[in-house]
């Protein structure tokens, strides 16, 4: 008799699909992260340093893994005698309400809160709606007719 025979065999096919949804909030709840990480070494007169691995080619030509740092651009600017703290999909602004794309507060330390704020509000799945209408144009055709009838 064969060892195979003896196994339990069936046709299966993997579904590895994730929720687009859920991955937009990773993505956003990640750059948060990022912002309270560049605030914190503000906070401390001094450059905010992420690592990230980039795939390069050596001198022999093989691809290998490099570690780089990596540039944050803050979300937070001063201006009219305050700051603004926006809140960003990748390089798109997310409209927060209606009509304003920004949070004014007095003082650099209020950024951290706003910045919870923003966490909070993407984990509870509020900023759902300003990220499918930050990247609309990017969405497949059946998807973009419901993000304009909303």
Known sequence: ?????????????????????????????????????????MARGEQAQVKKNRWRKNEAGERVSVETTKHIRPWFFQQDNGWYVQC??????????????????????????VLKAFEAAAN???????ITAAIADKLPTPIKARVKAN
């Open 88 to 113: 960003r999909y990748g390089s798109r602004i997310l409209n927060i309400s209606a009509k304003s794309n920004a949070v004014f507060v007095n003082k650099l330390d209020e950024v951290g809160s």
């Open 124 to 130: 509870g799945g509020e900023l759902d709606g300003a």
């Open 1 to 41: 008799m064969s060892y195979i025979a003896k196994l339990n065999l069936k046709t299966v096919q993997r579904s590895v699909q994730k929720d687009p949804l859920i991955a937009r909030r990773t993505k956003l709840l990640a750059g948060i992260t990022e912002q309270k990480l560049l605030l914190d070494a």
